[in-house]
């Protein structure tokens, strides 16, 4: 047993002995409905109103809340939404490490739209682009460190004991001289009305001292998904709500023109009301699968659209198009395009040469084929404010076009971002991509609340998918085999002229991504886009244009390398001798694999084998794959994937390392059978059964090597993603002797036998 005397810890009674100030900043956080006797911090500044004269840049801000409730729990609203990537858990390891306190301790949630929860240095809020944790870590830091010197400045004036004297151990203040701590939860209600520190004005923990960041961790929302506690949008139930489901045209910006068994439909089982919406017959039933019934069974006399719809991000989708022919259509143009990235006269240097090695390479269209379905439940409160809960990846910029389609103010919509069921870029905003409108008008109808769930068959019928591309490259060899020029056209329409509009004389960098800004040093280059316009809608997946440019640019490099008789992992090295960081990922990779071996050769199981090489510099971070694949009755069987990503330094190790996982299994999946094909306007595959994924027999064995070089912070959860794809296809073109150049595999026959 301790000595009575021996580390006392205050008690709740003593501690009401504090004075006590109300203090503005108290009287907005009750008004906010925030807990009585909390330890609330936001940005650093006053609350609410009262800080928004003082707003600083964004840089000095730290803008998510941070409640400390007197069981001395810890609640942190993320600025992000969780979607499987590890953002919660990254975001209490990084306030964890500052504020001192056990990140495993913590309950995060996704903190509502507004401006106080713009965490990230560039102004932005949005969960994607891999930039959660690298834009938003030093603002987090810094709000656990405002909150441990405020914790501390309660706990000097209730110990009574200078400031300087003080430390911290997790959860507590600690003054060593007499002894004495109190926990945070006792200090919580006296922080509360202590002066709120400049942020510039906390000292930041030094790397070595770091306890949490950079070490590996269980994920905070591994026990709530394993046991099915775990809410997503899908489950969210509200009294008194209805179920609905949709029949969407067949193709996009035709109209109903008649229900032809419109009296059948509204008596059939558990229906509420049947209603027209802007192409689509909706269904209000009790329950959702009485309302999928109906509105599968609506026979629907659909009209051709009269005009091109306004504004120019919608459009019409016209009733021959099809996939191979827009293919077609791409790989046929011949312009310059317009210029994006230019070193010295590549086009001149290649219109003069004697000897171009030229190739035509090809991208197609993919689904997002999340998991979770697309839903929406809107409610409508007595108070003229809407509650509305979708999958999402940017609260603002969804909740001020909610705003617009319910007829209100942003401040009346209260949208709640539950977890996602998978996303790739599936849950930005995209016009008739979401059933959120749909459940509004709905909800607004029918004077109930409204939870609408798309069918899959719904959601592939209006998911925004990834362009398709034909990019044509060329290049010319010195002497010694070395590439002296290269150029790439790239004819497309990126997303980012898909969802904001053509400029003209301006390449989309969407489009060039993983083309452009290669490392390799290349004396003449020139990446161009020929700008064409798609018919389908167009959106962001998984590492954007990374996902499909680094496997041409990658590809084709390989080409060059044939051409020039030297081997691909050798000419990588010699273009990147004067980049350390990249020239010691390179030597990474080959070290994981066990040393670098082309093949083709027998592997111990009979099976002839081949690898292919390929880096990506995506998302602020460096990555180099090796691939190494056989032939088996007729289908490509990729049995090892090694990767090195660098992403300069790393909050949880065991979560990067789960993110390039996921990403190989991605990065396989559109390699090898994945492609959205359009028929007669129409997509010929409406669920799994007709849209392959990998499958897991096809999936390979990952290995992963973490490489911390120092540098600037990247992205973790899409880097992992577009190395993949390039490392496999010249694996498989070396084992067969037939270039490949264009996905997925699937498509290509390999029937003919391969030996060593």
């Known amino acids: 047993m301790k000595a009575a005397d021996e580390n006392p810890v ?54 998510a809340f941070l409640e400390i409730l007197a069981d001395n729990s810890v609640r942190l609203q993320s600025p992000f939404v969780e979607g499987g990537q590890g953002v919660y858990s990254a975001m209490a390891q990084i306030v964890g490490e500052e504020l001192d306190v056990d990140p495993a301790s913590f309950i995060v949630v996704s903190a509502p739209a507004g401006a106080d929860y713009v965490a990230m240095d560039n102004g932005m809020r949005i969960t994607g682009g891999s930039m959660s944790v690298r834009t938003s870590y030093t603002n987090m830091r810094r709000l656990g460190a405002l909150a441990r010197k405020m914790l501390m400045e309660a706990g000097a004036a209730a110990l009574n004991v200078p400031f300087a004297e003080l430390t911290t151990e997790p959860g507590k203040v600690v003054h060593a001289k007499s002894g004495r701590s109190v926990t945070y939860g006792k200090l919580a209600s006296a922080a509360l009305d202590m002066p709120v520190p ?84 909706a269904v209000v039933a009790e329950r959702w699968w009485h309302a999928k019934q109906a509105a599968e069974a609506a026979q629907v006399a659909w009209a051709e659209a009269e005009s091109e719809p306004a504004g120019g991000v919608l459009r019409n989708m016209p009733a021959d198009y099809s996939t191979d022919g827009h293919a077609d259509l791409l790989a046929s143009k011949t312009a310059a395009g317009v210029a994006f990235e230019t070193e010295g006269d590549a086009r001149a240097m290649l219109d003069s040469a004697d000897d171009v090695l030229a190739s035509t390479y090809r991208t197609q269209h993919v689904h997002h084929a999340q998991l979770e379905p697309p839903s929406a439940l809107a409610k409508f409160n007595a108070d003229g404010t809407l509650d509305i809960w979708l999958p999402n990846q940017a609260q603002d910029m969804f909740r001020g076009d909610i705003a617009k389609r319910a007829g209100l103010k942003p401040e009346q919509v209260n949208l709640h971002s539950p977890m996602l069921g998978g996303f790739f870029g599936r849950h930005f905003l995209y016009a008739a991509a979401s059933p959120y409108p749909q459940a509004i008008e709905l909800a607004q109808k029918t004077g109930r609340p409204i939870k609408l769930i798309w069918s899959r068959e719904e959601e592939f019928l209006r998911d925004t998918m990834r362009p398709m591309a034909a990019v044509k490259l060329r290049a010319t060899l010195d002497a010694n085999g070395m590439p002296k020029a290269l150029e790439s056209i790239s004819a497309t329409e990126g997303p980012g002229q898909a969802l904001y509009g053509y400029q003209e004389g301006k390449a989309d960098s969407f489009a060039l991504e993983g083309i452009s800004g290669k490392a390799y040093k290349i004396p003449n280059v020139r990446i161009a ?64 694999s066990g040393g670098w071996r082309r093949g083709p050769y027998t592997a111990d199981d009979g099976s002839v084998r081949a690898r292919g090489i390929a880096m990506a510099s995506p998302f602020g971070s460096e990555t180099a794959s090796i691939a190494e694949v056989s032939i088996h009755n007729g289908e490509v069987r990729v049995h090892n994937v090694w990767q090195a990503i660098d992403p300069g330094s790393v909050v949880n190790p065991r979560v990067v390392e ?96 391969t030996k060593a």
């Not at 205050?10 to 009401?16: D, G, H, N, R, V």
């Not at 004075?19 to 009585?36: E, H």
């Not at 008194?240 to 109209?255: E, I, N």
């Open 658 to 753: 789960a993110q390039v996982q996921s990403a190989v299994a991605l990065g396989l999946s559109e390699t090898l059978v994945e492609e959205a094909v359009y028929k007669n306007g129409e997509p010929t595959a409406r669920n799994y059964d007709m849209y392959p994924i990998l499958r897991p027999s096809q999936m390979a064995d990952v290995h992963v090597k973490v490489v911390e070089s120092g540098a600037k912070m990247g992205g973790v959860g899409e880097p992992g993603l577009p190395s993949v794809p390039p490392a496999v296809i010249n694996a498989v073109s070396h084992l067969t002797g037939k270039r490949i150049r264009s996905m997925p595999l699937s498509r290509h026959d390999f029937s003919k036998k």
């Open 198 to 281: 400049a942020p510039e004005s906390v000292t930041l923990r030094d790397k070595k001292d770091f306890r949490w960041i950079g070490k590996a961790m269980d994920r905070l929302d591994v026990y709530d998904k394993s046991t099915g506690k775990a809410e997503y949008s899908i489950d969210i139930k509200v009294d008194g709500m209805l179920h609905a489901a949709v029949q969407h045209a067949p193709r996009l910006g035709m109209t109903v023109a008649e229900v032809r068994n419109l009296s059948q439909i509204k008596n059939m089982k558990g229906v509420h009301s049947v209603h027209i919406l802007d192409g689509a017959v």
């Open 529 to 592: 886009q020929e700008y064409v316009k798609n018919p389908a809608m167009q959106g962001y997946w998984r590492s954007v244009g990374h996902s499909m440019n680094d496997f041409v640019y990658e590809c084709f490099f390989d080409e060059v390398a044939d051409k020039g008789g030297i081997d691909p992992y050798e000419l990588r090295l010699r273009l990147l001798k004067d980049n350390e960081r990249l020239t010691n990922l390179l030597n990474a990779v080959v070290e994981l």
């Open 10 to 63: 205050m008690t709740q009674a003593e501690l009401s002995d504090q004075p006590v100030n109300v203090s503005r900043r108290r009287f907005l956080l009750s008004s906010a409905g925030l807990t009585a006797g909390a330890f609330v911090l936001g940005v650093g500044l006053p609350a609410g109103k009262a800080r928004a004269a003082d707003s600083k840049a964004y840089a000095t801000k730290v803008p």
